[in-house]
Structure formats: structure tokens, C-alpha cells
């Protein structure tokens, strides 16, 4: 059974940090490109973040980048999100979601691409 589970989130005070992993199950993640895409309430989901299979290419949001850091493992098929710094407007639900790599996946990839998705784990940054 393929499946992709997130953990990780949580509530944190602005300026906090959080970790989100996700990991895979019933497929190999060495050949999938992994991307993370949140949503607020009454929002779009939105792409975050992602990571590709060929050197480990990244890409960022702009709404994210310097604060946020993706990774990977694939000897532990899972896939990390390292969020500093975090904002008010961080608040929402964090989802990973796996393509077989093309090499022309990037931060602009819609999400309907992705073949694979978790159920989502809440992050809620608040004081």
C-alpha cells in the first residue's frame, strides 16, 4: 500500500521552530521528487518547498526561503522540512506529495502533478 505519512506539527510561538518528516511506505522515495505545499483556511494550497532526486536540486517559496530547509533521506525513505523562524502566517496544513522524478519538476509545479499525497499535519504559529 503506497502511503506518505507527515509528522511533526504542532503549535510554536513566533520566532519558534518546527521539524516536519515525511515518510513513505509501499514505494521507494530515491525516485520520486518530493514536494511540500501547505493551506490556510479559505486559502489556496500553496507550494513550499521541494527536492528532486539529481543532486538533491531545492527549490523554495519565495514566502519561505532563507527560513525554511528541505532534505532528504533515502535510506530512511523520508523526506524533512526544517522550519525556523517561523510566522503567524505560517499557520496551516503541511502536506508532502511524491511524482516520479522528471527532472522538470520545480517550486512552480502544480499540485495535480503530484501522484502521491499524506493526510497533512497542522502547524499553528501563535503567541
Known amino acids: 500500500q503506497v502511503q506518505l505519512v507527515e509528522s511533526g506539527g504542532g503549535q510554536v510561538q513566533p520566532g519558534g521552530s518546527l521539524r516536519l518528516s515525511c515518510v513513505a511506505s509501499?514505494?521507494?522515495?530515491?525516485?520520486?521528487?518530493i514536494g511540500w505545499f501547505r493551506q490556510a483556511p479559505g486559502k489556496e494550497r500553496e507550494g513550499v518547498s521541494c527536492i528532486g532526486t539529481n543532486h538533491g536540486r531545492t527549490y523554495y517559496s519565495d514566502s519561505v526561503l532563507g527560513r525554511f530547509t528541505i532534505s532528504r533521506d533515502n535510506a530512511k525513505n523520508t523526506v524533512y522540512l526544517q522550519m525556523n523562524n517561523l510566522k503567524p502566517e505560517d499557520t496551516a496544513v503541511y502536506y508532502c506529495?511524491?511524482?516520479?522524478?522528471?527532472?522538470?519538476?520545480?517550486?512552480?509545479?502544480?499540485?495535480?502533478?503530484?501522484?502521491?499525497w499524506g493526510q497533512g499535519t497542522q502547524v499553528t504559529v501563535s503567541s
Open positions: 506529495a511524491a511524482a516520479p522524478e522528471s527532472g522538470l519538476f520545480t517550486i512552480g509545479t502544480p499540485a495535480d502533478e503530484y501522484d502521491y
Open positions: 509501499g514505494f521507494t522515495l530515491d525516485y520520486y521528487f
